[in-house]
């Protein structure tokens, strides 16, 4: 018997998924496969949790909701918990390396990837009555197998005798890839379309496009702060660095004080006393004492004395053009943007109208940062409405995308542009790029402007752009990133012809094929014994070291170097190694006593990276990690974050390989020389794919077929390494046999 408070009540029923409860329920109950699609904000992530619960489905096994994004894992199982009166004792989450699960869990959130592991443990995942499959149109990786095995768990599951459901929520994006997929659904599975309000939304296009988005963003929001009536605007752009970049500026701009009323303000004649006392005194500081804070605080207040001085000197302006428009229609912000832009050649005059609107407006601006490593309170405030008197302004990653609905926005100022991981075909190499969001995000981004009433999307590019740049669609990632450790995973779940498997997109049979390869020359997957087989049903299993090493929540390569050195007594190294190899950009900090780029050279060099983050762990122990950090240009997060992977990692192995019993210690040692070149040596192990020789063209020519050229390759690398006994030894303990002969592209 569920109690809530009628204040969630009243809220719970403004959602038009409440009043679909009875039909959505009885589709579950009569389908083993239902698929879901709504609008974003529609309730389908905190009701139909809900809706099962109170259904039963939690009596005797647990509800299980997967989510692609650790930021929507955590914010969702929190409200669901709230809103059905529970504590996070029985509506928990999990996700890699944290979480609240307990015995008495009845919902359990998850990062996708978390289930999939669970998969490998309890194939028919006998711990839950009902599978959630959320954000399906993200198409993680993740998601698409799972949904691939989902779809032939559920058969097992009814064969048994303890039906299992599968639901797949998603977006109303991309919802034929699974309804009319053959391969997932023999017949297809029921629909149930959500309906929901959505306001009518204005598109404004750039005529220009700007390609400083973020100054652009900046002069949006100050745009629509100054102009344009009430309303929360919400900002993309594209990192967490960003959106503290814009947060600060639009802080600094617009700062609101906790001692002044603003509500009484606001409706009082706007007074330039009052105004000058907001703007021209200490503004509050409500995220951080950053310096850069303070810097960009003491430029604001400089610019705007300067354009104080100035503003008496100059030609009239016709301040009613900074008036409030009224309602709708005439929140075109374009137009004059594109005036000034052909009529003001000079940009300080621009400037100084931008810092002008920004001096005579009073009304402060309540800016909240979001991004999925944000923690869990900061990441709530962006649900809660901004202090009386104030505009809610929330500068945004891509998870406010789908993932999380934030009330009351009117304006989406859209950069046009996210973080996509890109990877390189040739080599496995992956990086994050900014790229152009895709034509589907894009229109998915103008939405949010319409959930309360009718708003306007500013995109900071041209519609040449958009329709030119913009990709309709991106490819679902499963085929685009390169799938060793996707491969390895399910060849431990005993899916062993990976290239047939119902995924709801294939990747590319050829990148599966190079996948199985890599694997095989770093040793985890093997041979059969020979029988009778024909070449084409050749299968590769995993080895022994391959099962270790699929243990790691890391990728093969990674895992191997961890698997070998219990060999070499050299583990807790090697845990500091792999820990921050796997954690990005630990060293791109700007040291305080550096030179502008000397820094960018240790980037590539793992020893220093040792060495630098052992130093960090000695400083951390004797509380001085901060100012060791920003002296030597470290990224305070990244090492907090290895520090954590540390620890996950070394309670992982001292679990799972009998006789182990590493510490964590603060104060380790450097790795002495000997130490370090067998560190080198566990690198190389897990790296051999990736090391190249550069050879001579007259070698070339000499007719060497591929592979004798990267057999040299690998044996230089090897030579490289240390001594040729201990590679050779360390490389045998991984795998017997030739490890040399079919080394991947140097
Ligand atoms: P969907 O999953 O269909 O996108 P959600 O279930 O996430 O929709 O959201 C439904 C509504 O609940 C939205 O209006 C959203 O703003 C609101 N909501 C979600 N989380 C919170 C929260 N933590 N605090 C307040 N409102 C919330
Ligand atoms: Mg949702």
């Known amino acids: 018997e569920v109690k809530r408070d009628p204040?969630?009540?009243?809220?719970?029923?403004?959602?038009?998924?409440?009043?679909?409860?009875?039909?959505?329920?009885?589709?579950?109950?009569?389908?083993?496969?239902?698929?879901?699609?709504?609008?974003t904000g529609s309730g389908k992530t905190t009701q139909i949790p809900q809706f099962l619960y109170e259904a039963g489905y939690a009596q005797h096994k647990m509800i299980a909701v997967t989510e692609p994004r650790r930021v929507a894992t955590v914010a969702m199982s929190a409200r669901v918990g709230y809103e059905l009166g529970l504590t996070s004792k029985e509506v928990s989450y999990l996700m890699r390396f944290e979480g609240n699960?307990?015995?008495?869990?009845?919902?359990?959130?998850?990062?996708?990837?978390?289930?999939?592991?669970?998969?490998?443990?309890?194939?028919?995942?006998?711990?839950?009555?009902?599978?959630?499959?959320?954000?399906?149109?993200?198409?993680?990786?993740?998601?698409?197998?799972?949904?691939?095995l989902l779809t032939r768990i559920?058969?097992?599951?009814?064969?048994?005798?303890?039906?299992?459901r599968l639901i797949i929520m998603s977006a109303t994006l991309r919802v034929e890839d699974f309804t009319e997929n053959t391969r997932l659904f023999?017949?297809?599975?029921?629909?149930?379309?959500?309906?929901?309000?959505?306001?009518?939304?204005?598109?404004?296009?750039?005529k220009n496009t700007n390609s400083d988005y973020l100054k652009e963003a900046y002069r949006k929001a100050v745009k629509i702060h100054t102009r344009l009536p009430e309303g929360g605007i919400l900002i993309f752009v594209t990192g967490q660095q960003e959106v503290h970049y814009l947060v600060r500026k639009l802080r600094a701009a617009f700062p609101y004080r906790?001692?002044?009323?603003?509500?009484?303000?606001?409706?009082?004649?706007?007074?330039?006393?009052?105004?000058?006392?907001?703007?021209?005194?200490?503004?509050?500081?409500?995220?951080?004492?950053?310096?850069?804070?303070?810097?960009?605080?003491?430029?604001?207040?400089?610019?705007?004395?300067k354009l104080k001085q100035k503003s008496k000197t100059l030609p009239k302006i016709n301040l009613d053009d900074y008036d409030m428009p009224d309602d709708d229609g005439q929140a075109d912000l374009v137009d004059d943007d594109d005036d000034s832009e052909g009529h003001l050649s000079d940009s300080d005059t621009e400037e100084d109208l931008l810092a002008l609107s920004i001096k005579s407006c009073r009304q402060p601006l309540w800016v909240l940062p979001l991004y999925s490593m944000l923690s869990q309170g900061k990441q709530a405030r962006v649900f809660q409405a901004a202090p009386p008197g104030a505009r809610l302004c929330v500068v945004s990653?891509?998870?406010?995308?789908?993932?999380?609905?934030?009330?009351?926005?009117?304006?989406?100022?859209?950069?046009?542009?996210?973080?996509?991981?890109?990877?390189?075909?040739?080599?496995?190499?992956?990086?994050?790029?900014?790229?152009?969001?895709?034509?589907?995000?894009?229109?998915?981004?103008?939405?949010?402007?319409?959930?309360?009433?009718?708003?306007?999307?500013?995109?900071?590019?041209?519609?040449?752009?958009?329709?030119?740049?913009?990709?309709?669609?991106?490819?679902?990632?499963?085929?685009?990133?390169?799938?060793?450790?996707?491969?390895?995973?399910?060849?431990?779940?005993?899916?062993?012809?990976?290239?047939?498997?119902?995924?709801?997109?294939?990747?590319?049979?050829?990148?599966?094929?190079?996948?199985?390869?890599?694997?095989?020359?770093?040793g985890i997957l093997e041979k059969p014994p020979m029988k009778n087989i024909r070449k084409d049903e050749e299968v590769l299993k995993v080895t022994p070291l391959g099962m270790a090493v699929s243990a790691f929540p890391l990728l093969p390569r990674y895992g191997k170097m961890l698997a070998l050195s219990h060999q070499q007594n050299l583990l807790p190294y090697t845990i500091m190694m792999v820990s921050a190899l796997t954690v990005?950009?630990?060293?791109?900090?700007?040291?305080?006593?550096?030179?502008?780029?000397?820094?960018?050279?240790?980037?590539?060099?793992?020893?220093?990276?040792?060495?630098?983050?052992g130093a960090a762990e000695y400083a951390?122990?004797?509380?001085?990690?901060?100012?060791?950090?920003?002296?030597?240009?470290?990224?305070?997060?990244?090492?907090?974050?290895?520090?954590?992977?540390?620890?996950?990692?070394?309670?992982?192995?001292?679990?799972?390989?009998?006789?182990?019993?590493?510490?964590?210690?603060?104060?380790?040692?450097?790795?002495?020389?000997?130490?370090?070149?067998l560190l080198r040596q566990l690198l190389l192990c897990g790296l051999g794919d990736q090391v190249g020789k550069k050879i001579g063209l007259d070698e070339v020519k000499q007719g060497w077929s591929t592979a004798s050229i990267q057999h040299v390759r690998h044996a230089a690398a090897q030579r490289r390494a240390g001594a040729p006994a201990e590679a050779g030894a360390a490389l045998r303990a991984g795998r017997p046999g030739r490890e040399e002969d079919s080394s991947g592209r140097g």
């Open 258 to 305: 906790k001692d002044v009323n603003y509500s009484k303000l606001i409706t009082k004649n706007k007074s330039v006393s009052d105004a000058d006392a907001a703007l021209d005194s200490e503004p509050e500081d409500i995220e951080s004492d950053d310096d850069e804070v303070e810097k960009e605080m003491k430029r604001a207040r400089k610019a705007r004395r």
């Open 620 to 677: 951390y122990s004797k509380g001085e990690e901060e100012i060791f950090c920003a002296k030597y240009g470290l990224r305070e997060k990244g090492i907090k974050e290895i520090r954590k992977l540390r620890k996950q990692l070394t309670s992982e192995i001292n679990l799972s390989v009998a006789g182990v019993d590493v510490t964590v210690d603060p104060a380790m040692q450097p790795p002495s020389d000997a130490q370090a070149r």
């Open 584 to 613: 990005p950009e630990v060293m791109s900090g700007k040291p305080d006593s550096w030179p502008a780029t000397g820094h960018m050279l240790l980037l590539g060099d793992p020893g220093v990276l040792l060495r630098a983050v």
């Open 154 to 164: 559920v058969p097992l599951r009814r064969k048994r005798g303890c039906p299992l």
């Open 7 to 39: 204040k969630i009540q009243v809220q719970r029923l403004k959602l038009p998924i409440l009043g679909e409860e009875q039909r959505i329920m009885e589709l579950i109950n009569e389908n083993e496969f239902l698929i879901v699609a709504g609008e």
């Open 397 to 522: 990653t891509d998870v406010a995308e789908t993932s999380l609905t934030i009330p009351a926005v009117r304006y989406v100022v859209d950069s046009g542009k996210k973080k996509m991981r890109v990877y390189d075909h040739v080599t496995g190499a992956s990086a994050w790029r900014i790229v152009w969001t895709s034509q589907a995000s894009a229109e998915q981004r103008a939405g949010r402007a319409g959930r309360v009433s009718s708003g306007h999307t500013y995109r900071l590019y041209s519609s040449a752009v958009f329709q030119h740049e913009c990709p309709e669609q991106y490819p679902p990632d499963i085929c685009r990133r390169p799938v060793d450790d996707l491969v390895l995973t399910m060849k431990c779940m005993g899916i062993d012809k990976v290239v047939n498997f119902p995924f709801p997109t294939a990747p590319d049979r050829m990148q599966l094929r190079m996948a199985e390869k890599r694997l095989l020359t770093l």
């Open 101 to 148: 699960v307990t015995k008495d869990t009845k919902i359990k959130f998850m990062t996708d990837g978390v289930l999939l592991k669970e998969v490998q443990s309890d194939f028919l995942l006998s711990k839950y009555s009902v599978v959630i499959i959320d954000e399906a149109h993200e198409r993680s990786a993740y998601t698409d197998i799972l949904l691939g």
């Open 186 to 206: 023999k017949t297809p599975p029921p629909v149930i379309k959500i309906e929901s309000r959505q306001f009518p939304v204005t598109t404004h296009f750039n």
